[in-house]
């Protein structure tokens, strides 16, 4: 099937108008056709005419007794026209680029034509819009969807011809708004004419004559489903269209910029990242106790205060909650959630989780002694840069130690991979830190194995950019290499195409790929700590099947962290409530041992209600022997 053919109203097409932009060689328009396809487009488009059948003979004979844009135009138009062979093999090649081909027929005789070439599309040039012969004869022959370009037109008239073509075809059909002006002046686009033309046309797109990108993307925004540019290879060249188009490279940026205004136009809803609710928890303001309160006592507006963080109940809300009794004792300073007027399920009254594999909870060192009560076999601290620099104290010989090194020292981002020689040296001075760190926790935890180190390597970006991921990642495996890890066993974390740090989201480029991963561990001799959720991140932004990408890395898994996930960004995602297919993946980490947390977004808030949530859904994992 046809790409157009499956078009939605809200979808992106984007055709590339060769034209005779050829220049009258099937080389050159191989060469084009590539260059669009390797620019991601979804058709070419050229153009077919009989100039007999188009200008009176006088005319043709001696383009000098007219005015001087015949002069110029039919010389020129003789030349580029390629012949009948020629289009036959560009259609072959359209079809091996798996790009749509389209022409636009200028006459009844180039109709015919063009109907032997099984197009995908037709399309009509601006000063056709009116010609209805035309019209009636190419669509009495094709059944395929047809284009019409309204340059050159008023209102009046594009109306008119929207009524004729709607009553006489059933063929699916699209208007494009067009200024027929080669270059057109900005002043003269009117892209908001898009919305009349949406009204009269069941679907809408934009015919660009001017120069740059830009309208292209203002035109998508405001509802144009197809955009057409012209492509050349030197703006220079002589030919009518020429200085109208963009070159290959450009093509290839406007594909790319009109995806991005894709996804930023998104839907019409209102969506939280993850990275607004850790910015609401640090910014926004919640109910909070100004003296001790006890169980039982009744809240009353003379009892609270409104700050941050913004964990508890907003200040929006007060009235539902002022007169109601408190079931948990609160500390001043304290924010107030829902969950203090219900009975609580607090850390130590969990049930006792029975799991085949070496498990644990996340923690920080300033809420160890509650996730001690559980005696996990695993506790792992997710660390600050100050957790590896000031005095903490923590033991327990129930739990093998895992350590999550800080991803954040400062104002910067821990980061190996860094072009930056001054965050390089930061960060392998933190990370150096966290290993002493480690080493001298270590006695206090339970005895045998080596106590694991979880690190992100780095290798983000604020910038999307086309990086050599591989490269990036042999940027950290050099740095470790130099890294001395006596007594404790690194495992660097795989890494999710789109993280969130410092309160926005970054573009990931090192050890993101399994390839890439699985290169760096047997290179360094390391195991890796295994993300799940990461893990579907980046199989669903590069197209993959997560079974195939875990069987790459599975001779290297150590560690592993839990939990579901959305999209290409949607991390800690609650077990069950995201796209992953956890049966299918168990099947195959039954096989290997490792030890495991759950890691849900904020799951530690109201006494670990996520992570309790968490540990409850994966327990039949457990009895299966997955976990």
């Given at each position: 099937?046809?790409?157009?053919?499956?078009?939605?109203?809200?979808?992106?097409?984007?055709?590339?108008?060769?034209?005779?932009?050829?220049?009258?060689?099937?080389?050159?328009?191989?060469?084009?056709?590539?260059?669009?396809?390797?620019?991601?487009?979804?058709?070419?488009?050229?153009?077919?005419?009989?100039?007999?059948?188009?200008?009176?003979?006088?005319?043709?004979?001696?383009?000098?007794?007219?005015?001087?844009?015949?002069?110029?135009?039919?010389?020129?138009?003789?030349?580029?026209?390629?012949?009948?062979?020629?289009?036959?093999?560009?259609?072959?090649?359209?079809?091996?680029?798996?790009?749509?081909?389209?022409?636009?027929?200028?006459?009844?005789?180039?109709?015919?034509?063009?109907?032997?070439?099984?197009?995908?599309?037709?399309?009509?040039?601006?000063?056709?819009?009116?010609?209805?012969?035309?019209?009636?004869?190419?669509?009495?022959?094709?059944?395929?969807?047809?284009?019409?370009?309204?340059?050159?037109?008023?209102?009046?008239?594009?109306?008119?011809?929207?009524?004729?073509?709607?009553?006489?075809?059933?063929?699916?059909?699209?208007?494009?708004?067009?200024?027929?002006?080669?270059?057109?002046?900005?002043?003269?686009?009117?892209?908001?004419?898009?919305?009349?033309?949406?009204?009269?046309?069941?679907?809408?797109?934009?015919?660009?004559?001017?120069?740059?990108?830009?309208?292209?993307?203002?035109?998508?925004?405001?509802?144009?489903?197809?955009?057409?540019?012209?492509?050349?290879?030197?703006?220079?060249?002589?030919?009518?269209?020429?200085?109208?188009?963009?070159?290959?490279?450009?093509?290839?940026?406007?594909?790319?910029?009109?995806?991005?205004?894709?996804?930023?136009?998104?839907?019409?809803?209102?969506?939280?990242?993850?990275?607004?609710?850790?910015?609401?928890?640090?910014?926004?303001?919640?109910?909070?106790?100004?003296?001790?309160?006890?169980?039982?006592?009744?809240?009353?507006?003379?009892?609270?205060?409104?700050?941050?963080?913004?964990?508890?109940?907003?200040?929006?809300?007060?009235?539902?909650?002022?007169?109601?009794?408190?079931?948990?004792?609160?500390?001043?300073?304290?924010?107030?959630?829902?969950?203090?007027?219900?009975?609580?399920?607090?850390?130590?009254?969990?049930?006792?989780?029975?799991?085949?594999?070496?498990?644990?909870?996340?923690?920080?060192?300033?809420?160890?002694?509650?996730?001690?009560?559980?005696?996990?076999?695993?506790?792992?601290f997710h660390c600050s840069d100050r957790d590896v620099i000031d005095e903490v104290h923590a033991t327990s010989e129930s739990?093998?130690?895992?350590?999550?090194?800080?991803?954040?020292?400062?104002?910067?981002?821990?980061?190996?991979?860094?072009?930056?020689?001054?965050?390089?040296?930061?960060?392998?001075?933190?990370?150096?830190?966290?290993?002493?760190?480690?080493?001298?926790?270590?006695?206090?935890?339970?005895?045998?194995?080596?106590?694991?180190?979880?690190?992100?390597?780095?290798?983000?970006?604020?910038?999307?950019?086309?990086?050599?991921?591989?490269?990036?990642?042999?940027?950290?495996?050099?740095?470790?290499?130099?890294?001395?890890?006596?007594?404790?066993?690194?495992?660097?974390?795989?890494?999710?195409?789109?993280?969130?740090?410092?309160?926005?989201?970054?573009?990931?480029?090192?050890?993101?790929?399994?390839?890439?991963?699985?290169?760096?561990?047997?290179?360094?001799?390391?195991?890796?700590?295994?993300?799940?959720?990461?893990?579907?991140?980046?199989?669903?932004?590069?197209?993959?099947?997560?079974?195939?990408?875990?069987?790459?890395?599975?001779?290297?898994?150590?560690?592993?962290?839990?939990?579901?996930?959305?999209?290409?960004?949607?991390e800690g995602v609650q077990i069950g409530a995201g796209e992953l297919d956890f049966d299918a993946l168990f099947k195959h980490?039954?096989?290997?041992?490792?030890?495991?947390?759950?890691?849900?977004?904020?799951?530690?808030?109201?006494?670990?209600?996520?992570?309790?949530?968490?540990?409850?859904?994966?327990?039949?994992?457990?009895?299966?022997?997955?976990?």
């Open positions: 099937m046809s790409r157009i053919a499956a078009l939605k109203n809200d979808g992106l097409y984007v055709i590339a108008e060769i034209g005779i932009n050829h220049n009258g060689s099937v080389e050159e328009a191989l060469f084009l056709m590539n260059e669009a396809a390797k620019a991601g487009v979804d058709a070419v488009k050229f153009q077919k005419r009989t100039l007999s059948e188009i200008y009176v003979t006088s005319l043709l004979d001696d383009p000098n007794s007219a005015e001087w844009s015949f002069q110029y135009l039919i010389p020129q138009l003789k030349a580029l026209e390629l012949s009948e062979g020629s289009f036959h093999a560009l259609r072959a090649e359209a079809r091996r680029l798996g790009v749509d081909f389209i022409v636009t027929p200028f006459d009844q005789v180039s109709a015919d034509f063009v109907a032997t070439l099984d197009l995908d599309a037709v399309k009509f040039a601006s000063a056709d819009l009116t010609n209805w012969p035309l019209i009636s004869h190419t669509l009495d022959k094709l059944a395929c969807p047809a284009i019409f370009s309204t340059g050159m037109w008023d209102d009046t008239v594009i109306r008119k011809s929207a009524k004729f073509i709607a009553e006489s075809f059933t063929n699916r059909y699209a208007m494009l708004l067009c200024q027929s002006t080669y270059p057109a002046p900005p002043e003269s686009l009117n892209l908001r004419y898009l919305h009349s033309l949406a009204s009269i046309a069941p679907m809408v797109g934009y015919s660009g004559h001017e120069l740059g990108v830009q309208a292209s993307l203002l035109a998508h925004a405001l509802g144009a489903t197809i955009i057409e540019k012209h492509i050349t290879r030197d703006i220079h060249q002589l030919g009518p269209d020429h200085k109208a188009s963009l070159t290959p490279e450009q093509f290839r940026d406007l594909v790319r910029q009109l995806q991005l205004t894709r996804t930023m136009l998104g839907e019409d809803r209102k969506v939280i990242t993850m990275a607004e609710q850790l910015n609401r928890e640090v910014f926004a303001k919640s109910l909070v106790a100004k003296r001790d309160l006890a169980v039982g006592e009744t809240i009353r507006l003379e009892d609270l205060k409104f700050m941050s963080p913004g964990k508890g109940i907003t200040p929006d809300r007060l009235s539902e909650f002022l007169g109601k009794t408190l079931m948990r004792a609160k500390s001043a300073n304290d924010y107030i959630t829902e969950q203090d007027f219900e009975k609580a399920l607090i850390v130590a009254e969990w049930p006792r989780f029975t799991f085949s594999k070496e498990w644990g909870v996340k923690c920080r060192f300033h809420d160890f002694e509650t996730y001690k009560q559980l005696k996990t076999p695993v506790i792992e739990s093998a130690l895992v350590m999550h090194a800080p991803e954040v020292i400062g104002r910067d981002l821990f980061d190996l991979c860094s072009n930056n020689a001054e965050v390089v040296r930061k960060s392998v001075g933190i990370l150096e830190q966290t290993i002493a760190r480690t080493r001298e926790l270590a006695p206090g935890f339970q005895q045998g194995a080596k106590p694991k180190i979880v690190l992100h390597v780095g290798g983000m970006s604020l910038l999307d950019g086309n990086y050599d991921c591989a490269e990036i990642t042999s940027k950290a495996e050099k740095i470790l290499r130099n890294i001395n890890l006596d007594g404790v066993d690194l495992l660097p974390e795989n890494l999710p195409p789109r993280p969130w740090y410092l309160g926005g989201q970054w573009h990931q480029y090192g050890y993101m790929r399994p390839e890439d991963i699985a290169a760096f561990c047997k290179s360094l001799s390391l195991g890796m700590t295994f993300d799940i959720c990461h893990a579907q991140l980046y199989c669903k932004y590069a197209g993959i099947d997560l079974v195939d990408y875990a069987k790459i890395i599975l001779p290297y898994i150590r560690h592993v962290h839990i939990s579901d996930a959305h999209g290409i960004d949607g980490l039954e096989k290997i041992q490792f030890s495991w947390v759950p890691e849900i977004w904020s799951g530690h808030i109201n006494h670990g209600a996520g992570t309790h949530h968490a540990l409850c859904c994966l327990g039949k994992y457990g009895a299966q022997g997955a976990l």
